[in-house]
């Protein structure tokens, strides 16, 4: 049965709201497919919120938005899912239609550039390489990007905004590669480095512009992990060790931020499905304690107005 939370009244506020300042976590798993949305305000902390509904329950699935345009969307899924629905990120309601995907995608990873208005998602259960992408401010179906250096799944995505480059990272099997792209540039994905260890099913964010990209948690096997690491999005090269979450956990965490705030969020995960901590992303440490989700979810996505 789902878990509902009391709403507790936001507390421990520690700066005013700020422009791009909405986190938005959907569907999952917590022993059915979820199609509830909820959210946050990113520089206060505090439980999530109710902000509507998917156009239908989905998990194992991937989101994310064209910052402060305000268009968040999600695609694909467990269960044969190829729809693509949108939101609007600082307006409390449902999802609509968008279009669908070219194939059917679940477990991978998905960036954007922000205002230019791309979405990019890579890998998937069964090992694909294939990468699609939409423009975001414009509903319609998913058109072929290029391909990963290697196929895998359980992958996780973030990018450096207006910068154009997206990074995918891990994947099941212990794998440690990031790839990364150019976002306004149709291609193959390239090298970029490796994760401290091999892992699927963490959960990234980056202060946008200013070039850092957070993995967080995941698991190694089975077993869930609390490792945060980070990387420079702009400079090629391997993960370095950045703090720890507060309790471990896999399949998957879902990160947010509110860009160049520097403040990111991790929510969900098996091990703490409704846990939300939070970082300083431009200072390395371990994450404290932001809040509860409404709901427990796990195999969920996200996206902000960032």
Request: glycine share 16%; charged share 15%.
């Amino acid at each position: 049965m789902i878990k509902l939370k009391l709403l507790i009244a936001a507390a421990g506020k520690d700066g005013p709201p700020v422009s791009g300042d909405r986190g938005i976590f959907a569907g999952g798993d917590d022993s059915q497919e979820l199609d509830s949305i909820e959210y946050i305000t990113i520089t206060s902390l505090g439980n999530g919120s109710n902000f509507g509904d998917l156009t239908q329950g989905r998990s194992q699935f991937e989101g994310t938005s064209n910052g402060t345009n305000d268009r968040g969307i999600f695609f694909g899924g467990y269960q044969s899912h190829k729809e693509i629905d949108y939101i609007t990120i600082s307006s409390i309601g449902n999802a609509t239609s968008f279009g669908t995907m070219g194939m059917f995608y679940r477990m991978y990873g998905a960036c954007s550039n922000n205002t230019n208005n791309r979405g990019v998602w890579g890998g998937s259960y069964n090992d694909l390489t294939t990468m699609e992408y939409v423009t975001i401010t414009t509903p319609g179906n998913g058109t072929n990007f290029g391909d990963l250096t290697s196929g895998r799944d359980a992958v996780a995505s973030t990018d450096n905004a207006t910068n154009e480059r997206g990074v995918f990272a891990g994947g099941a099997g212990n794998i440690n590669i990031i790839d990364y792209i150019t976002i306004n540039s149709i291609g193959d994905a390239q090298d970029f480095g490796d994760l401290t260890t091999g892992k699927a099913w963490g959960g990234m964010c980056s202060n946008n512009t200013n070039e850092r990209g957070i993995y967080a948690g995941g698991q190694i096997g089975s077993t869930a992990q609390d490792v945060i690491e980070y990387i420079t999005i702009n400079s090629k090269g391997n993960a370095t060790n950045f703090g720890d979450l507060t309790v471990a956990r896999r399949y998957s965490i879902s990160g947010v931020s509110n860009g160049t705030n520097e403040r990111g969020c991790f929510g969900g995960g098996l091990g703490g499905t409704d846990v939300i901590d939070y970082i300083t992303i431009n200072s390395t440490g371990d994450a404290n304690n932001f809040g509860d989700l409404l709901v427990d979810r796990y195999g969920h996505a996200s996206c902000s107005n960032a």
